[in-house]
């Protein structure tokens, strides 16, 4: 495995700084742990607390009034509810706005120090530890990249990071309310195509990542499949805030999805709902050997590796700016035209089962790379029959790229403590 790095924002690091009465570091290393807001059965006092913080979240600052209208609460449950959140720190007052009628209004808004999470995503090719505040934005990541995680050495260096980043936190490590853990349900599936021995498939085969991270923590671990947790950050602070139902295709070592329908995310019956790498692209023929190829061996990043590799050039350029450069370039767009062909054909035979608004394209490569292969992939739809089709969905560009994965799952203990609905893929 490679060395980790560290990356952290200091225009994040310090959030409090914006706003005149802000609570302070100090001032939560003096205050109790936050109050328990257990997400399984929820009374109707923390239900409303839920619900105001949901206003605060999707509108922004808002003074009290503004709150009740928001909410259909009355004044007085708002004041009483704002008090409370007021004792955990959960909130801050901005400056009185002037100019008005009666009595200067003063906007609440949510403290960003007021709550922390973590995430963990272990992939195919790397693993990355994000740090989240209080309104999900990214406080400090650690990334680790290796040819593919070997569990002796990955499961003492998960609980390591998670550990540096809950001590740079100092005082404000009791706002920690949980940690989010994204990953593939498979990690040692398509072995052979990753060059992997039966003996690495089946070691990963027999871990419980979600057992074996809450095993490292005293903090409430939560688990999702990869692309679902990916699917819940465009959700939630992506896309997803304007789309109610969408397909969700996310480009990785092998490619993955998501499906949203009437703005929550559908599992299905075994938590696959949208896993897009198994579709077949060819009709089976009984009694030939050869099994129809799937979108995963035609639209993964693995294929870009493999022909990278075929040239001696670095396969780790599929993931960052240097695919889109020479002498990358032209296998680069060698592999776009033969992915976008491949997803336009799962997003036709998508659209003919789920019927959906949109269908949202993000991943780990370049921004550049992604645009070009979202184009081509709405140029290779114009080929298809759609007769029986009230026509295609929307073809929408993700907004959360590489981070989405980790981000998705941080997410998960935020919602789960401080979301309205027991369903924490609610949106408003």
């Known amino acids: 495995m490679s060395h980790s790095v560290t990356v952290t924002d200091p225009h994040l690091q310090d959030t409090t700084e914006s706003s005149p009465a802000v609570v302070t570091a100090g001032d939560i290393a003096d205050a109790p742990r936050l109050r328990q807001r257990g997400s399984n059965q929820v009374g109707m006092r923390q239900f409303n607390e839920r619900v105001v913080l949901q206003a605060l979240r999707v509108h922004g600052s808002q003074p009290k009034a503004e709150l009740a209208r928001l909410t259909g609460l009355t004044a007085q449950t708002i004041g009483l509810i704002t008090a409370r959140l007021d004792e955990d720190q959960l909130l801050t007052r901005e400056a009185p706005v002037r100019g008005r009628v009666g009595q200067p209004s003063v906007p609440i808004g949510m403290n960003p120090d007021g709550a922390f999470a973590i995430g963990i995503k272990i ?3 790397s693993a990355d530890w994000l740090l989240v505040d209080f309104l999900g934005r990214v406080r400090q990541r650690i990334v680790l990249d290796y040819p593919f995680p070997d569990a002796a050495t990955l499961l003492p260096a998960i609980g390591a990071h998670l550990n540096r980043l809950l001590d740079g936190l100092g005082p404000l490590r009791s706002r920690v309310v949980g940690v989010g853990v994204a990953a593939p349900f498979q990690l040692g599936g398509w072995h052979r195509m990753l060059g992997l021995t039966e003996a690495q498939a089946h070691d990963w085969g027999q871990i419980d990542l979600g057992t074996e991270v809450q095993a490292l923590t005293d903090l409430p671990v939560s688990y999702a499949k990869d692309t679902s947790a990916a699917c819940v950050a465009e959700l939630l602070q992506g896309r997803g805030r304007e789309l109610h139902s969408f397909l969700y295709l996310f480009m990785d070592t092998f490619v993955g999805g998501g499906l949203v329908i009437n703005s929550h995310l559908h599992r299905g019956v075994n938590g696959n709902a949208g896993a897009v790498a198994s579709l077949p692209l060819q009709v089976a023929v009984p009694g030939v050997k050869e099994l129809p190829p799937q979108l995963i061996s035609q639209a993964s990043l693995w294929d870009l590796e ?21 002498p990358w370039l032209p296998y680069t767009r060698e592999w776009i035209d033969r992915a976008a062909l491949a997803l336009a054909h799962c997003i036709v035979a998508g659209t003919a089962f789920l019927d959906v608004e949109a ?47 980790a981000l998705g799952g941080a997410l998960l203990p935020l919602h789960a403590c401080f979301a309205p609905d027991r369903d924490i893929f609610l949106k408003t």
Do not use: C
């Open 123 to 125: 992939g195919r090719r």
């Open 359 to 405: 269908v949202v394209i993000d991943g780990v490569v370049a921004p550049d790379l992604l645009r070009d292969l979202w184009a081509r992939t709405g140029e290779a739809l114009k080929a298809y029959n759609l007769e029986g089709l009230q026509g295609l969905p929307r073809l929408e560009l993700g907004s959360i790229g590489s981070d989405a994965r």
């Open 306 to 326: 493999q022909r990278f590799r075929e040239h001696a050039l670095d396969p780790m350029a599929a993931y960052d700016a240097r695919a889109m450069q020479a």
